[in-house]
Each structure stands twice: as C-alpha cells, then as structure tokens.
C-alpha cells in the first residue's frame, strides 16, 4: 500500500510567519503535488514535482514556494504567512504519466 | 471555466436509496479517477476507468466511463450513510499537459 503522510493534521500559526509543510511518500513515485481545498473551490493546484529538484507552477503559485530535494518528500513554503492562506493542505504522489494519485490526510492550517 | 463539470454539487438522501453522480468535459481524457473524501481526510483512490465504454463494479457502486472518453458515472445502489463523503472525479487530458485537473465534487450525505 502507498502511504502518503503529512507532517502535521492542524497548525496555528500567525500573520508573518514562515511555515513549512512536509510531505513524505513511502513508494518511490516520481511526481508529488501540493493542492489546496477550500469550500466550493475544490482541490487547487500549487505546484507539482515530477522529479527532485524540478517543480512546475500549479493554478496558484503566489504566496508559495516548494523543495524537493529527495525523491520522497516534498516540502510547501508558506514565505509569509497571510489569514487567506487559512486552507485544507493536501499531497499527494503519483508513480508518473497520467496515472492516479495517493493523498495524504491533510493539514488543516489557520492563520490568525 | 472547470474541465471536469461535476453534478450535482449536493446530494442528500435517505439510506436505502440509489444515485447517479456524472462528471463531464468537452475534452477526451485517457483516464478518468473517481475519489471519495471524508470530512477532514484527504481524498481515497476508488477506481481508475481507461477503456471508453468501460464499467466497473465496486460492491454497490458500479463506474462508467463514456465511450467518447470524455464523460463518466458513478452510480451507487442502495446507499448506506457510509457513503457519505465527498466525491471527486479527476483526470488529464489526452495529448495535453500530464497535469491532473478535478472536478469541483459532489457531496453526498446520506441519511439513516
């Protein structure tokens, strides 16, 4: 079974800070994501990893940055944290081509 | 403009009755994923359909996937409040970016 975990289920964090969100995959796929979900937006695209070190801009770069320096993890900056950046953050991994993905559970971060 | 048109976006019902959820595009996809969600977690794969015309049986749910390529069904028989979640369908595009693109979900409660 693919296992998909995320670093933390539920951050607090405040107006200014940095924040880091990690993701680890356990199967040696090639392509991780980072979405965020908000009610009536569905799951959006930040950015998209199809190989370490390389990354490609999702639907909403702004406001973010990523690293992938090894295969299995895929880290989300948020550079400056802002209250519209309160979301559901979610990763997944993908073995490559079009195939399917496999989630993590999520990280529910507020910005206050 | 959403690639994947989801529909309906809500759907409550009583326990025991069946549902047809449809997921449309103009755009012929290669495959096709159906995911569900519960509250709080992140989605979990169902099924993938690749074969125009291909149907897929899961228990009570069965997947369809338009012989175009460009449309799919989920329909589910005799619902149990276990079905309750948040369903998506996803997908890439043929000929086009390797870039996964969801519907916007649709969700179902079901009542007991």
């Known amino acids: 079974d693919v296992k998909v975990t995320q670093s933390s289920r539920y951050l607090v964090k405040r107006t200014g800070e940095k924040v880091f969100l990690e993701c680890v995959q356990d199967?040696?796929?090639?392509?991780m994501f980072w979405y965020r979900q908000d009610p009536g937006l569905g799951l959006r695209l930040i950015y998209f990893s199809y190989d370490v070190k390389m990354k490609e801009k999702g639907d909403i770069p702004e406001g973010y940055s990523v690293s992938r320096e090894k295969k299995e993890r895929f880290s989300l900056i948020l550079e400056s944290a802002s209250t519209n950046q309160t979301s559901m953050y979610l990763c997944?991994?993908?073995?490559?081509?079009?195939?399917?993905?496999?989630f993590g559970p999520g990280t529910r971060l507020t910005v206050t | 403009t959403q690639l994947l048109e989801q529909s309906p976006q809500f759907l409550s019902i009583q326990e025991g009755e069946n549902l047809t959820v449809y997921c449309n595009s103009s755009?012929?996809?290669?495959?096709l994923q159906w995911y569900r969600q519960e509250p709080g977690e992140g989605p979990v794969l169902l099924v993938t359909?690749?074969?125009?015309?291909e149907v897929k049986k899961l228990k009570r749910l069965t997947f369809q996937f338009g012989d175009a390529r460009k449309d799919s069904s989920l329909h589910i028989t005799a619902a149990q409040t276990g079905d309750t979640g948040l369903y998506l369908c996803?997908?890439?595009?043929?000929?086009?970016?390797?870039?996964?693109?969801f519907g916007r979900g649709t969700s179902l409660i079901v009542h007991p």
């Open positions: 359909v690749v074969t125009g015309g």
């Open positions: 996803a997908g890439a595009p043929s000929g086009g970016s390797y870039i996964p693109t």
């Open positions: 199967m040696d796929h090639e392509n």
């Open positions: 997944a991994s993908r073995r490559g081509g079009m195939g399917e993905q496999y």
């Open positions: 755009s012929v996809f290669s495959s």
